[in-house]
């Protein structure tokens, strides 16, 4: 298994530009997730989706839009790139959201290893 | 809002140290707790997960504890390596759908 993989490793934008980072996970999972890291900040949550079919916005979504594709992919589009929006983006998977955790809360999410994205 | 602290924020030890990394949260109402560990230019690699119904969990010379009540947890790393150099990611799973992060504790450990 691959787990969570993510296209393009690093991007450099101009202000204006569009662009589209993919993520996809071969687990099965039914909820995926894009996050934002900046220094100092954490990680921060853009959108979610808990399943198929379905899709969120979570603490940062502003500037950004999502497509829940498939089961399998999950992708994060920029319409027109600012600087604020330089950031690592990562994306991650879950066999299943939140309200339907197990009681045990044992899901864990597993992470892609992220896009590097800065914006000129 | 959730809001998840980690202390210190930086922290170098000499190798065989044995070292403590902690972290708070403010909403005890949490599913698990998870500590990560990132390394430089790459993605989160999950090291220990402890359920609320959990007081510790261990993996070789990795050790977490979760204090529920308190809102604290402590990882503990028994006779540090070179090789653990990275920074240690906590974060709470609470009710809502996102995992919630503290800001990181980067460690060196130097030879």
């Known amino acids: 298994n691959a787990g969570v993989t993510q296209t393009p490793k690093f991007q450099v934008l101009k202000t204006g530009q569009s662009m589209t980072l993919q993520c996809a996970q071969d687990?099965?999972?039914?909820?995926m997730y894009w996050y934002r890291q900046d220094p100092g900040m954490g990680l921060r949550l853009i959108y979610y989706?808990?399943?198929?079919?379905?899709?969120d916005k979570g603490e940062v979504p502003n500037g950004y839009n999502v497509s829940r594709l498939n089961k399998r992919e999950f992708s994060l589009r920029l319409e027109s790139a600012a600087p604020s929006q330089t950031s690592v983006y990562f994306c991650?998977?879950?066999?299943?959201?939140?309200?339907?955790?197990?009681?045990?809360?044992?899901?864990?999410?597993?992470f892609g290893p992220g896009t590097r994205l800065t914006v000129l | 809002k959730q809001e998840v602290t980690q202390i210190p924020a930086a922290l170098s030890v000499p190798e065989g140290e044995n070292l403590v990394l902690n972290c708070s949260f403010t909403?005890?109402?949490?599913?698990?707790l998870q500590w990560f560990r990132q390394d430089p230019g790459k993605g989160l690699t999950s090291l220990l997960l402890?359920?609320?119904?959990?007081r510790e969990q261990t993996s070789g010379r990795l050790n977490a504890s979760l204090d529920k009540s308190s809102g604290r947890s402590t990882l503990y790393i028994a006779a540090s390596q070179p090789g653990d150099s990275a920074t240690y990611l906590c974060?709470?799973?609470?009710?809502?759908?996102?995992?919630?992060f503290g800001k990181g504790t980067s460690l060196l450990v130097t030879p």
């Open positions: 989706s808990a399943s198929e079919g379905t899709t």
């Open positions: 402890i359920q609320s119904s959990q």
């Open positions: 974060a709470v799973q609470d009710s809502g759908y996102a995992l919630n």
């Open positions: 991650a998977s879950k066999i299943r959201d939140t309200v339907h955790m197990s009681l045990g809360g044992i899901d864990t999410q597993y």
């Open positions: 909403d005890s109402a949490i599913y698990n």
């Open positions: 687990m099965n999972h039914n909820s």
